[in-house]
């Protein structure tokens, strides 16, 4: 008899997963497994859940993989020491995580000895790249199988084939698509496929309750989140507490629109109070704690870290070679940053730090110079004219 081969299914519970599980069981004889990645998303109790889904389809065995500590580790602190933000907007909420997901779900699929290992993306999105260039990358011998993007099913196509092997549920579309992990909610509806429409009040995963102004003291050592309130946390836990406290007054709410990596325009809603607030006053502290030519270069090679990870090519070794770069200049940056939350948005207060180059006594800016004098200047700004002088002089004919 002839063994089963082995497909590892990256599995979200949702009707299009749900279809790829019995397809790849039915259809196609193979022993199906799935996998959920927990990337900051998931509590017990919708852990649980998914379980009980898998288990109703007749999966052969299903696992729920936490690399929510990697993540942050060997992602989120680089969007935080490069202060990245998608065309000055989006965290990177969902396009980070997706790529370590698609890193566990390879390393998993190996383990396991699977033949195959298979996503229910379409093909009208990023994350079809995403997880196929990483799969490509870390388990090439293995096929990749994509039934969603290759058959182009209708949704009531999908359901009555489930039906039609005995899977009865209510498969209802939510009027929004909510995507959450550590570093931030996705939000996608019908106003996000449009070009000018909000999204309203009740599409926010957080409700907005909060009106009275909250002052949080956010401690920062070497680039990363370390304190909040002057209480002590690993930087995952200052994330979520203070996403807790900010969420709530609508902080942390916007609508990115980006080039997608298969080269049409893209809309999103997002919801990320933490991470917004947290690049923003580590932004802040480094203004304070390292030089012009620092900031100037940390902007340039973090674009391109940003740009590389929205689209899939974390695994890049020169990715490597800029995390190497990023985590250099934060030597320095560490201190207090002092945040004011109010409605619908924040004040970065101000900032205390024993590398605080505003400390220096050589002179206090708009005031006094100690260490200089006047003629000084005066030479300074002699020789600093000339290159001008010179090209207006024989240049400008006029």
Same mark, same amino acid.
């Given at each position: 008899?002839? +063994?089963?081969? +082995?497909?590892?299914?990256?599995?979200?519970?949702?009707?299009?997963?749900?279809?790829?599980?019995?397809?790849?069981?039915?259809?196609?004889?193979?022993?199906? *497994? =799935?996998?959920?990645?927990?990337?900051?998303?998931?509590?017990?109790?919708?852990?649980?859940?998914?379980?009980?889904?898998?288990? !109703?389809?007749?999966?052969?065995?299903?696992?729920?993989? !936490?690399?929510?500590?990697?993540?942050?580790? /060997?992602?989120?602190?680089?969007?935080?020491?490069?202060?990245?933000?998608?065309?000055?907007?989006?965290?990177?909420?969902?396009?980070?995580?997706?790529?370590?997901?698609?890193?566990?779900?390879?390393?998993?699929? +190996?383990?396991?000895?699977?033949?195959?290992?298979? *996503?229910? @993306?379409?093909?009208?999105?990023?994350?079809?790249?995403?997880?196929?260039?990483?799969?490509?990358?870390?388990?090439?011998?293995?096929?990749?199988?994509?039934?969603?993007?290759?058959?182009?099913?209708?949704?009531?196509?999908?359901?009555? &084939?489930?039906?039609?092997?005995?899977?009865?549920?209510?498969?209802?579309?939510?009027?929004? @698509?909510?995507?959450?992990?550590?570093?931030? =909610?996705?939000?996608?509806?019908?106003?996000?496929?449009?070009?000018? +429409?909000?999204?309203?009040?009740?599409?926010?995963?957080?409700?907005?309750?909060?009106?009275?102004?909250?002052?949080?003291?956010?401690?920062?050592?070497?680039?990363?989140?370390?304190?909040?309130?002057?209480?002590?946390? =690993?930087?995952?836990?200052?994330?979520?507490?203070?996403?807790?406290?900010?969420?709530? &007054?609508?902080?942390?709410?916007?609508?990115?629109?980006?080039?997608?990596?298969?080269?049409?325009?893209?809309?999103?809603?997002?919801?990320?109070?933490?991470?917004?607030?947290?690049? /923003?006053?580590?932004?802040?502290?480094?203004?304070?704690?390292?030089?012009?030519?620092?900031?100037?270069?940390?902007?340039?090679?973090?674009?391109?870290?940003?740009?590389?990870? *929205?689209?899939?090519? &974390?695994?890049?070794?020169?990715?490597?070679?800029?995390?190497?770069?990023?985590?250099?200049?934060?030597?320095?940056? %560490?201190?207090?940053?002092?945040?004011?939350?109010?409605?619908?948005?924040?004040?970065?207060?101000?900032?205390?730090?024993?590398?605080?180059?505003?400390? %220096?006594?050589?002179?206090? &800016?708009?005031?006094?110079?100690?260490?200089?004098?006047?003629?000084?200047?005066?030479?300074?700004? /002699?020789?600093?004219? !000339?290159?001008?002088?010179?090209?207006? /002089?024989?240049?400008?004919?006029?």
């Amino acid at each position: 008899m002839n +063994k089963k081969k +082995k497909v590892l299914l990256a599995f979200s519970g949702g009707l299009d997963t749900s279809y790829c599980a019995i397809w790849l069981a039915k259809d196609q004889g193979y022993e199906v *497994h =799935t996998a959920a990645i927990n990337t900051g998303g998931f509590d017990e109790s919708e852990e649980q859940a998914l379980a009980e889904k898998a288990d !109703n389809l007749g999966i052969k065995n299903h696992v729920m993989l !936490n690399v929510e500590d990697e993540f942050y580790q /060997k992602g989120i602190r680089y969007l935080i020491f490069g202060n990245v933000l998608k065309n000055h907007t989006y965290p990177l909420s969902v396009s980070a995580e997706r790529v370590f997901q698609a890193v566990a779900l390879a390393e998993y699929a +190996k383990e396991i000895g699977a033949d195959a290992i298979a *996503h229910g @993306s379409t093909g009208a999105g990023n994350d079809q790249v995403r997880f196929d260039l990483v799969f490509q990358v870390m388990a090439p011998d293995l096929e990749i199988i994509t039934p969603i993007r290759d058959q182009k099913l209708s949704r009531e196509e999908e359901v009555e &084939y489930l039906k039609s092997h005995g899977i009865e549920q209510e498969w209802a579309k939510a009027k929004y @698509s909510i995507n959450k992990g550590l570093w931030g =909610t996705s939000v996608g509806g019908a106003e996000t496929l449009s070009s000018h +429409k909000g999204l309203p009040e009740d599409a926010w995963p957080t409700e907005f309750v909060n009106p009275d102004p909250l002052v949080v003291e956010l401690g920062f050592e070497q680039g990363e989140p370390v304190t909040i309130n002057g209480e002590r946390l =690993t930087p995952v836990e200052v994330i979520k507490k203070l996403n807790e406290l900010a969420a709530p &007054y609508g902080i942390g709410r916007d609508i990115h629109v980006g080039d997608t990596i298969i080269g049409i325009k893209g809309r999103v809603g997002f919801e990320a109070a933490a991470p917004i607030i947290i690049i /923003k006053a580590h932004q802040l502290l480094e203004k304070h704690t390292l030089g012009k030519w620092q900031l100037y270069w940390k902007d340039q090679l973090a674009e391109w870290y940003g740009m590389l990870m *929205h689209e899939g090519q &974390y695994l890049d070794p020169v990715m490597r070679n800029i995390e190497t770069f990023l985590e250099d200049t934060q030597k320095t940056v %560490s201190g207090n940053v002092f945040v004011k939350l109010e409605p619908k948005r924040f004040e970065l207060e101000g900032i205390e730090s024993e590398n605080d180059l505003m400390g %220096s006594k050589a002179g206090q &800016y708009g005031e006094m110079n100690n260490a200089w004098s006047g003629e000084d200047v005066k030479g300074f700004t /002699k020789i600093l004219a !000339n290159s001008m002088l010179i090209q207006q /002089k024989i240049q400008n004919h006029d």
